[in-house]
């Protein structure tokens, strides 16, 4: 028993952290139980749990701001290809209460802005939130910035990896990216099963592609979501390059096409069949290649598999772990 413990104790360790985490884990679950829920950006629906006491009273608009307002809110209406997000705007609008154009103005002033981390925020209709017609726009900004920086051609040559998490909506942004690049004619790898983040980084690298996205808003609460931006050299973008694409994303607001139904299916794309890859294949390269990094030291890959949570994908330590046992 002592010479096997002497031999085991790395994996031992490594269960009974594991079994304590999710002990844990469940605790906490219990105590947080119906103080929140999801929001879902295709009902719109969510929001977090009552407190005590009364609301605030709300704040009356200034007229710039009510200015400032109405015009987002007009374009957001004739923009959104979100049936749902776009209803529930126009009501709230048609109201004209104090209350309504308060609760307008905090989901549309100011709108989300895009720096070296990509976009992140809650899911929700208005600007300053993620939702279809953001990621819509997003998507189109950066398409026409990879064409100015790389040349039309050659950027849809190289194309764009694509992945997602697997929070709520992430892989219907994932496919709005994937079909407004379509649309323009760029090769597409598109992971085609939840990705942790690195994964994309690297399939950029080895596709040797124009740029990367991963839907993820990594350790934010599960009402978030994002859109993290990676260059040609596998890294986040940094200036100039976010302050370039931002700049991209405003002059491209409009959404291309004219059928919202169709536009946004990746099935409906007449190009689609041609220029859509699956990138599945890369979670299999980069994970051989993780375990051959560790293979002669397994103190260090029993840790790595304990701590890394890998960005919300359920199933990466399982993946992990088969890996590890093949090799």
């Known amino acids: 028993m002592s010479q096997f413990i002497k031999e085991k104790w790395p994996y031992l360790l490594a269960g009974g952290v594991v079994a304590a985490s999710a002990v844990g884990y469940l605790v906490y679950r219990k105590q947080k139980a119906g103080s929140s829920t999801a929001v879902d950006v295709k009902t719109g629906s969510g929001g977090g749990g009552g407190g005590g006491g009364a609301a605030s009273a709300p704040i009356k608009l200034t007229a710039e701001q009510f200015a400032e307002l109405k015009a987002a809110v007009e374009q957001y209406i ?15 609008w048609g109201l004209k209460t104090d209350a309504g154009y308060e609760q307008l103005y905090k989901a549309f002033i100011p709108r989300i802005s895009f720096g070296t981390a990509g976009l992140r925020s809650k899911m929700s209709f208005g600007y300053s939130n993620m939702n279809d017609l ?5 998507s189109q900004g ?20 694509i992945g997602y998490d697997g929070r709520y909506n992430s892989a219907r942004f994932a496919d709005i990216n994937a079909c407004k690049f379509v649309s323009q ?38 009402n978030d979501n994002g859109y993290k931006v990676y260059w040609a050299n596998g890294a986040q973008i940094i200036p100039p390059h976010d302050a370039g694409i931002a ?15 169709k536009d946004l299916k990746l099935s409906a794309q007449p190009n689609g069949k041609a220029l859509v ?19 002669w030291n397994p103190y260090v890959l029993v840790t790595d598999i304990i701590t890394s949570s890998h960005h919300h994908i359920s199933n990466a330590r399982r993946l992990y772990c088969d890996h590890v046992w093949m090799m």
């Open 78 to 92: 004739a923009y959104d290809p979100n049936p749902i997000h776009k209803a529930t705007v126009e009501v709230i």
């Open 142 to 161: 950066l398409a026409r910035y990879a064409e100015q920086q790389f040349g039309s051609k050659k950027a849809h040559e190289m194309g764009i990896v």
């Open 247 to 261: 700049a991209s994303i405003m002059a491209n607001l409009k959404p291309w096409g004219t059928d919202p139904a």
């Open 134 to 138: 953001v990621v819509l726009q997003t």
């Open 277 to 295: 890859k699956d990138a599945m294949e890369m979670a299999d390269r980069y994970f051989s290649q993780v375990t051959k990094l560790y293979k």
């Open 185 to 222: 004619g760029f090769n597409v790898y598109l992971v085609s099963e939840l990705a942790m983040t690195p994964i994309v980084p690297y399939a950029v690298l080895q596709y040797g592609a124009a740029v990367g996205v991963m839907v993820t808003a990594s350790h934010n609460p599960k």
